[in-house]
């Protein structure tokens, strides 16, 4: 029998004692005793030592509503906030709109990753998250209420600043928000290395292994004056460098595939 067969003839029995305080105790002593596992912690993110200032730095940006930019080869942060709607790369751009003082050291970076402020789905996400590990369960009643009616953000701030689970709330968003900058980043480094992987393999290689550099190889007069050194397609360029590889050290350079223009 399948979950929802199962759970269509669970239901049913649950509500026939929903009025009988002792028999729903009884089941839900046993549900926590014999059923119910806690759920496993999501494992923590790993990044290089050289980003941890810059998570913790992003994760305070993207607190404040900031776009933030990380500069992925030296660990540097920058920021802006998103209703500074001009090219931030373009100078006239930033004169136009901005004090004289105002730089962005972003602009400037070329191996950069940004992250956009949170939507609003993922901060109701954290807010629900927060509200659903909170042992006071006066509290967490409410919490959930007010999430599940109109206004939930607003009420949701009024309920938390007017108690004592405050600072927790600070503490538990600032560790969610660095867990998710972590996440992205660990993301963007694997993509990163899964191009520079893939360039490795698709790479031009001699007899021993060593990778060769296209631009090192000398273009001899005859490849000049011929049709496939202008054609875009890359087995037949490659097939030219490794001629021609294999005969830089050739008085005479021999082509069976050439083809004037």
Known sequence: MNAQKLLDQILPILYTVKE???KLQKILTFLEEEIYEEPEEPN???V????????????DGLNAGFICYLNLDTGETDETRPEWEFDAEDEEDQDAELPDDMEFKFSSWKHRMVFEP???PESFRIMRSFTESLEDNKLQ????NALNNRKPFANFKFIIDNSEYRQDWFDFKQRYLERY?????ALE?????????TEEINGFY?????????ESIPVPGLCVICKSRYVDDWDENLLCQMNRHDQQNEKDFKCGAFVKI
């Open 181 to 185: 900058v972590k996440e992205l980043l």
């Open 206 to 214: 001699d007899d021993n292994g060593n990778k060769i550099d296209p």
């Open 44 to 46: 923590e993110v790993e």
């Open 118 to 120: 949170l939507e609003s």
């Open 141 to 144: 009643t409410r919490l959930a």
């Open 48 to 59: 290089s030592s050289k980003y941890e200032k810059a998570v913790k730095d992003i994760a």
């Open 189 to 197: 480094l694997q993509r990163d290395e899964s191009l520079i992987n």
């Open 20 to 22: 009988d305080a002792v």
